[in-house]
């Protein structure tokens, strides 16, 4: 049920997407695909939004995940938390900060960890942060989506964290067998909460890569 959810709701926009779709050639490179001259085109993400939008059945909440950018290797374990980005994360960093602010409300709330490298991430995206500890590496699914009052919160929450945490709270959330989803370093996965029918659904409206900004 999942999987065809997938293909329904996710995949099929985004085969259909002339506005912000990249193709993979033979080499492993991208190219950028050009709509035709005079069209507005088709924006997979702009399509997903409104198929969630808020409808008479029951209000919507967004949960959006933010995984901070690459950051430097680090020799001592201990220190490791407290290691910053590196200069390719800073542009990596500031091209997804890009992004999400034409996409996030106003009124959205913001929560990072308090490690250097997650601090670093948000500050790319210029709008007012809180760090908590209940963020830091090694946190708990619970923990995140307590802080988040998800699924009963009333405004958007960005949440700039760390693997495997993002990734087993996609999971849960999703449903999946697996106990953790991969979730790489500055890519975005954005959720929404739902009720249909009286039940609370978690969808995924898009999920997104520094790379191919």
Do not use: N
């Not at 999703?174 to 370093?185: D, N, Q, S």
């Amino acid at each position: 049920m999942l999987r065809q959810r997938v293909i329904d709701e996710c995949l099929l926009a985004y085969l259909h997407d002339s506005r912000d779709a990249w193709e993979q050639q033979p080499d492993g490179s991208y190219v950028e695909v050009r709509r035709a001259k005079g069209k507005p085109g088709k924006s997979a993400q702009q399509a997903l939004m409104a198929r969630y939008e808020v409808g008479r059945e029951g209000r919507a909440v967004d949960l959006i995940l933010w995984r901070h950018a690459e950051a430097q290797e680090a020799a001592d374990p201990v220190r490791a938390t407290w290691r910053a980005r590196s200069r390719a994360a800073a542009k990596q960093a500031a091209r997804m900060a890009d992004w999400l602010d034409r996409q996030l409300p106003d009124g959205a709330r913001v929560l990072a960890s308090p490690a250097l490298r997650t601090e670093q991430t948000v500050r790319a995206l210029q709008r007012k942060y809180r760090l908590h500890d209940e963020l830091r590496p090694g946190a708990s699914p619970e923990q995140l989506l307590a802080l988040a009052g998800w699924p009963h919160g009333k405004a958007p929450v960005l949440i700039v964290g760390h693997q495997p945490t993002l990734g087993e709270t996609v999971a849960r959330l999703l449903g999946l067998p697996e106990r953790e989803c991969a979730v790489r370093k500055g890519a975005v996965w954005w959720l929404r909460s739902r009720e249909r029918d009286s039940q609370l659904q978690t969808v995924v409206l898009t999920v997104q890569s520094p790379d191919l900004l």
